[in-house]
């Protein structure tokens, strides 16, 4: 059975959080005829800017809309800053009434957290805009670090390119891992992101490190992630005294060069665990673990978690 999919854009919307999740969801249709069906709302058909300036036509105003599965709220600079008034704001509900599912990308959660102002809601939104939605709208719960949440029927993503992992995610549920995973690879995605993985990740944070001579240590250590890797080794490969190379370590990323080591090891581990395409004995020996009861200590030390709960 098709499903009818809404994408709801006002002006200054992001066009990724508009065209990274419609195309995933078209994408299916490749393999599933009429899996499912997109069209592009607004508050009245005809052009709608982005926030790059480009215009884009919604197909239908949204209070024509009649049947729907599922609404999705696309975010940008436009979206964020939206003060719905009464009449929109009924609109807008009378349609996520309808809805199976209510999806927002990005920044379309602050358009949910007006939508659902009298309900209290768990929603994230893009990192760097989250203490602004907790701050502007006390009635929802912000959760900060997931790429996507669900809280009953509404889901909400981190944005951009998360939209695109939160579209594989449904596609996974209405029509299994198979598809949604032919889905991924025709898009040239890497793997399906789990919605519990982090926004901005500790190894985006140790790439970005001010001090350049340390940026190319996370590519040796990926390079040579299953053998046994000292101190000493990475501070030979920095040409400085492990001393000197400690000094270095704390001052810009706050940890020692050994945990740099173990928090290397145990996001690759994280990633391989999500891709689904190895067993944890031989996880652990790829991000070099001599057995897996030393690597599942470790894992869950870094996670909070096992392995075999990460990967389920």
């Not at 200054?12 to 995933?24: A, H, K, N, S, V």
């Not at 379309?108 to 768990?122: H, P, T």
């Not at 719960?141 to 992992?165: C, K, R």
């Amino acid at each position: 059975m098709t499903k009818r999919i809404v994408f709801f854009i006002a002006d200054g919307f992001q066009p990724l959080d508009l065209f990274g999740p419609l195309d995933t969801f078209v994408e299916t249709n490749t393999f599933l005829h009429d899996a499912y069906t997109c069209v592009i709302a607004s508050f009245t058909a005809g052009e709608i800017k982005s926030s790059a300036g480009h215009r884009v036509m919604a197909d239908i105003s949204i209070s024509e809309l009649s049947e729907l599965d599922y609404f999705v709220v696309c975010g940008g600079s436009g979206t964020r800053t939206l003060k719905l008034t009464t009449e929109q704001t009924l609109i807008l509900t009378q349609v996520c009434d309808k809805a199976e599912k209510i999806i927002s990308i990005c920044t379309g959660a602050f358009i949910l957290a007006q939508v659902f102002c009298n309900e209290q809601r768990r929603l994230t939104t893009h990192w760097r805009h989250c203490h602004s939605l907790a701050s502007q709208h006390k009635h929802i719960s912000v959760e900060t670090e997931p790429l996507f949440i669900n809280d009953s029927n509404v889901w909400s993503s981190a944005g951009i390119l998360s939209g695109v992992d939160l579209a594989l995610e449904l596609i996974k549920q209405d029509y299994g891992n198979t598809v949604a995973s032919a889905v991924s690879k025709e898009l040239v995605v890497y793997l399906q992101r789990k919605g519990n993985q982090q926004q901005f990740s500790d190894l985006l944070q140790l790439q970005s490190a001010q001090n350049i001579r340390l940026t190319p240590l996370l590519d040796w250590v990926l390079n040579n992630i299953e053998q046994k890797i000292s101190v000493e080794d990475l501070a030979t490969q920095a040409c400085m005294s492990s001393r000197q190379l400690t000094r270095m370590f704390n001052k810009h990323l706050k940890i020692s060069p050994a945990a740099f080591i173990a928090k290397v090891k145990l996001h690759r581990a994280k990633d391989m665990l999500s891709e689904g395409s190895h067993s944890l004995n031989a996880i652990a020996r790829r991000v070099g673990f001599t057995n897996y009861e030393s690597f599942r200590r470790a894992f869950e030390r870094q996670f909070g978690l096992s392995p075999s709960h990460y990967s389920s």
